[in-house]
């Protein structure tokens, strides 16, 4: 599908009334890329991709709205030009006006720049990430995982990814028989690593349709159909029974939310592995998880975000 991609490029002072003006035209919402805090993220580490660039202009933001492209792209451009125009006589001389550029871009344009960046990476003692797209002769005691995250998320570039793989890979070479619930799997990484390490089963969720289209495509690859089942599902909802490793790399508040369900789907014995939480979020996630009745057996750090194994208190 094709899409026209409207970015604004303003002073960080009328972000908000600029995107306004972008939603009042249709999008569903809109991307905001502040210098400043991408700098800042930068120079912590804690980016997705890497070799992110030193960012300049630093007082000036990037708004961004999609539209489909279907045939009204060229009215909407000219409504947003005028609103901007009408903004910037409100704001006086000293202004420095918005500037507008609009192209074309497709669906696959966003799922193509991941090339860019990922690799084959080695993680864990014998963990392999090889890009669908890259070559790899493994060694003989190396576990490849092949994927293309597409538009989902998942490539294992991301610290809060690499921790729970390396908890996946240790916690399942002790283990025989085990059953894997990972929860928000996006391009199904870690249900991968599960399956790998040695889980006889594993249900991948997920409530984004495309995270789910993807993780299947990348259990296909690496013929795991029979021990991976993906599905469409919210969190909790609808899954019975226990599993002995619960996976839920997402974000704290979510996490915060799904506490207090853990210990009905956790097999005694089992372990949470909790990440996607800064830490300055740890406190916060901790005290949550000891009124929820859990135990925290480690934590793992890197690049300011944490893991967290938890098990149910004896």
Not at 123 to 148: F, H
Not at 174 to 198: F, H, M, P, R, W
Not at 211 to 233: H, P, S, Y
Request: glycine content about 8%; charged content about 25%; overall charge negative.
């Amino acid at each position: 599908m094709d899409w026209l991609e409207a970015e604004v490029r303003a002073p960080e002072a009328v972000q908000e009334a600029i995107a306004e003006i972008l939603t009042e035209e249709g999008c569903q919402g809109v991307v905001i890329e502040d210098p400043r805090l991408i700098e800042t993220l930068r120079a912590r580490g804690t980016w997705e991709l890497c070799d992110i660039p030193v960012q300049k202009e630093l007082g000036t933001v990037s708004i961004k709205a999609y539209y489909p492209a279907d045939g009204t792209e060229g009215l909407k451009a000219e409504h947003i030009r005028a609103a901007l125009a009408t903004l910037t006589a409100r704001m006086g001389p000293s202004f420095s006006a918005p500037e507008l550029f609009c192209r074309r871009v497709h669906d696959e344009d966003w799922a193509e720049c991941w090339k860019k960046y990922f690799h084959v990476t080695k993680i864990g003692k014998n963990l392999v990430i090889r890009p669908s797209w890259e070559e790899y002769r493994p060694l003989p005691q190396e576990k490849v995982l092949t994927i293309d995250p597409g538009l989902a998320f998942g490539t294992g570039s991301h610290h809060t990814t690499k921790l729970c793989m390396e908890l996946i890979e240790e916690f399942l070479t002790e283990k025989e028989g085990t059953k894997v619930l990972d929860l928000g799997t996006g391009s199904g990484i870690l249900s991968l690593t599960a399956a790998l390490c040695g889980a006889k089963e594993v249900l991948a969720v997920d409530i984004d349709p495309v995270a789910v289209r993807v993780a299947k495509e990348n259990v296909a690859e690496n013929d795991l159909e029979k021990t991976i089942c993906v599905q469409a599902g919210d969190l909790f909802k609808g899954i019975e029974g226990r599993a002995d490793l619960i996976i839920a790399n997402i974000l704290a508040p979510i996490i915060i939310r799904l506490l207090p369900e853990v210990p009905a789907h956790l097999a005694e014995g089992g372990l949470f592995l909790a990440s996607g939480i800064i830490i300055e979020q740890k406190e916060e996630v901790m005290k949550a998880a000891e009124e929820a009745g859990l135990v925290c057996r480690e934590v793992r750090e890197e690049g300011g975000w944490l893991a967290l194994a938890l098990a149910r208190r004896a």
